[in-house]
């Protein structure tokens, strides 16, 4: 029980309460600072993510990779950075949004076979509550084997994507990609010095939603409206999308339905529908 609490449920925790931590950003520069000194002292070359977590891949594996839905079977070892080892060679299988947000930002970069070590702020693990055997504020050093992907919402997001790529090569549209099948483009650039938000951060902002198969507007804001990216309920497609633009600028998000309403009617939008946001980023709120 202790491992599966060393990478898992906490998580749920974590997610309830960091609006009562007022210093995350702070607290996130500290740690990223101490994961950069420690790499340059063990002489380890590590990639870095915009995020704040590094990472070293032994294997990148196979073409299969996990989406944030569906479970992995992995075998892993947490360490706490100049700290304690807190399970080793530990072998799990969970659903990947249980997991810690390093993991979950990671593991859909990868596929099945894959041997990944992340050094993770610990914004990105357990924060500022500690975990079992681990503190609080604790950056982590996990090391992952990803065994196996086993699909839970993998065919209908194939689906989806296909569905995507063929409105958008059928409309001569270019779009960015992300590893959770979000496409977007910017539509009109934010100004000079503009911020983009972190992950922590709330943001405000007027868009239109629009059913992509037919067009249809399903929803359109009156007045902007304020989201925090890392709250519960927050749509996948805000939380995935909205850190890659700047407070001014304005993005088309053509947006997978399981980052949308997944298999849920809301607004008239059919379940496991394929939607369009137009957004326009009015404030960027820094945590």
Known sequence: MKTFFALGIVVLLISCS??????????LQKDIQLIDTY????????????????????????????VLEDSVIITYTTVVMRGDTINKNVRATFLLSKLIKAIQYQLPNVGEGADITLFTPSGLAYGAYPAGAIPSNSNLIVHIKLEKVIPEFSKQLLKDIVAIDDYLLNASITTLKDASGLRYRITAEAPANAIAPLSIDSVVISYTGKILSTGAVFYQTASPEGYRLNK?????????????????????????????????????????????????????ISK
């Open 39 to 66: 790499l340059t002292e063990k002489n380890i070359n590590a990639e870095q993510d915009s995020r704040g977590y590094r990472y070293v891949t032994a294997n990148v594996g196979s073409t299969f990779k996990p």
């Open 232 to 284: 519960t309920g927050t749509l996948k497609a805000w939380q995935k999308g909205l850190v890659f633009f700047k407070q001014g600028a304005k993005a088309t998000l053509y947006s997978p339905s399981g980052l949308a309403y997944g298999s849920y009617e809301k607004y008239g939008v059919p379940p496991n529908t394929n939607v369009i946001f137009e957004v326009e980023m009015v404030k960027v």
């Open 18 to 27: 960091e609006e009562s931590i007022p210093d995350a950003k702070q607290q």
